[in-house]
């Protein structure tokens, strides 16, 4: 079993930057892909960033690429999100999950409990 508890979230005005943590507990974090996705009231959950630790590799959604940074501390079991250049459209809750390295939500094993982001025009 892997835990997965998100901060970070709250208000910002467009244009600012929030960094999100997801703090992992239970099994080894290191053997885990991840990823972050996010849910905007309404609207079906969505791919926002993935990280595969062994591979090294990440991949982002095009609405985000060049504005978020996926990256984790295996030292700290730690799967961060920097998010600049916010957009209005960018408010939604943000979830970490683990175990799977599909862009499909339906995939992963393990959830967070998401943390609200809202962006401010």
């Known amino acids: 079993q892997v835990q997965l508890v998100e901060s970070g979230g709250g208000l910002v005005q467009a244009g600012g930057s929030l960094r999100l943590s997801c703090a992992a507990s239970g099994r080894t974090f290191s053997n885990y892909p991840m990823a972050w996705f996010r849910q905007a009231p309404g609207k079906e959950r969505e791919f926002v960033a993935r990280n595969r630790w062994v591979l090294s590799t990440t991949y982002y959604a095009d609405s985000v690429k060049g504005r978020f940074t996926i990256s984790r501390d295996n030292a700290k079991n730690t799967l961060y999100l920097q998010m600049n250049s916010l957009k209005p459209e960018d408010t939604a809750i943000y979830y970490c999950?683990?175990?799977?390295?599909?862009?499909?939500?339906?995939?992963?094993?393990?959830w967070g409990q998401g943390t609200q982001v809202t962006v401010s025009s």
């Open positions: 999950a683990a175990g799977a390295t599909t862009l499909e939500p339906g995939d992963y094993t393990y």
